[in-house]
């Protein structure tokens, strides 16, 4: 039989320390040493005197995760002397300071109305937790948000948030955690581990839209503001998301014999979408007179939050008692596609959709005008 050489033991670069405090109960620690160099990070956890079963269950459940962030650290250690990803430096940032690069960023890549929605939602997070870092952002942490989102925080207003505020709000939060996870800082988003039923979901009945006689409507009544007039009604004949319009420049729009075409890369998702213009879209847009390929199409259109102010009085004196943002022009496109005959699965391109299921949505509200329809028989023949 070959005998096998004792392997000399290997000296850990994570260990488990301990500090006893005043009250009795023992702070757990690790000390990690890495080429040459020690620190120690402290894992906000403690076991305490052990006077009951209790006691020893709870001990025991810290010691596991404990154990689980040790092995984890050495994992990182492992991975980053193999030359692999590691995300331990990094993660350790506060999740407040990511909030404001991240804001820097998508600033500097010209989304636009980035900026407040991101501010605003740093600021809830800080309130919900201001000391969090990278690391901690984990499954807990965002139900734990959602929660904070839907029942605690209060706004300017003295109010709760709604429903659809807390639908952008946790969004900006997603795609903060999907850039940090690109940027190496943490290595997966947490929010793809909730279940469908856990996460902030839009409220499908909330959705407003404009018929087209509405549309006609609004057609007829002037506006104070042509240039929104044109933008909005644009996108009632396109479905393009203000943020696109805003973003829409001469070089995106092509005209290949009498068919005009728009290609773009959407603010929202970064998705492309190559997107044919009919006529009644073309006529809303204005002349180009000698513009440059860089200027903007919509080049007098302020702002999102402007644009709604405007649209607010148009409305009204067009006799629609209806809620109308810009974002409805969107969903007025699509009810009208699908009202027209249209396919699903071709509006479902026509939007920009990366799944069918978001399209659906809007067939539910079409299918319950027609159920609403019926029901106008039945009423009127009730006592017949």
């Known amino acids: 039989m070959i005998k096998i050489p004792k392997q000399p033991k290997v000296k850990e670069p994570v260990r488990i320390r301990y500090k006893t405090l005043s009250d009795g109960s023992q702070s757990v620690y690790l000390d990690i040493y890495r080429d040459g160099k020690r620190q120690y990070e402290f894992l906000k956890l403690y076991l305490i005197p052990e006077t009951n079963a209790a ?16 092995s984890q650290r050495i994992i990182e250690l492992t991975n980053s002397v193999a030359g692999l990803k590691n995300t331990s430096q990094r993660s350790k940032m506060l999740l407040l300071d990511w909030m404001q690069t991240y804001r820097e960023s998508q600033e500097k890549k010209g989304v636009r109305g980035s900026g407040k929605l991101i501010g605003n939602t740093t600021n809830i997070l800080r309130a919900f937790d201001e000391k969090a870092v990278m690391r901690d952002i984990n499954r ?6 959602i929660d904070f989102l839907r029942n605690t925080y209060v706004g300017a207003s003295g109010k709760k948030l709604s429903q659809f505020t807390c639908v952008s709000y946790f969004g900006c939060f997603r795609g903060a955690l999907n850039a940090a996870v690109r940027e190496d800082i943490i290595g997966e988003n947490p929010i793809n581990k909730l279940n ?8 499908e009945s ?14 007829a009544t002037p506006c104070r503001r042509e240039d929104i007039k044109s933008a909005f009604l644009f996108s009632c004949y396109c479905g393009l998301r203000i943020s696109d319009v805003l973003a829409l420049k001469w070089k995106n729009v092509d005209c290949t014999g009498e068919q005009w075409h728009i290609s773009i890369v959407m603010q929202k998702t970064r998705q492309p979408l190559y997107l044919p213009l009919s006529m009644q879209a073309r006529k809303w847009m204005p002349e180009r007179d000698g513009a440059a390929e860089e200027d903007p199409v919509f080049a007098t259109l302020p702002c999102e939050d402007t644009c709604n102010v405007q649209i607010k009085p148009w409305v009204k004196e067009a006799g629609i008692t209806k809620h109308v943002t810009y974002h409805v022009s969107r969903h007025t496109f699509a009810t009208m596609m699908l009202t027209l005959g249209a396919d699903l699965y071709t509006v479902c391109k026509l939007l920009g959709h990366t799944d069918v299921k978001t399209t659906q949505i809007y067939a539910k509200i079409i299918n319950k005008k027609k159920d609403d329809a019926i029901g106008l028989i039945d009423a009127e023949f009730a006592n017949t």
């Open 140 to 145: 807990d942490f965002c139900l734990a948000f």
């Open 196 to 203: 469908t039923d856990e996460k902030i979901k839009m409220p």
């Open 55 to 70: 006691a020893k269950t709870q001990n025991k459940a810290t010691m596991a995760a404990v154990n689980t962030i040790k």
């Open 206 to 219: 909330k959705r407003e839209f404009l018929t087209i006689d509405e549309v006609k409507t609004l057609i």
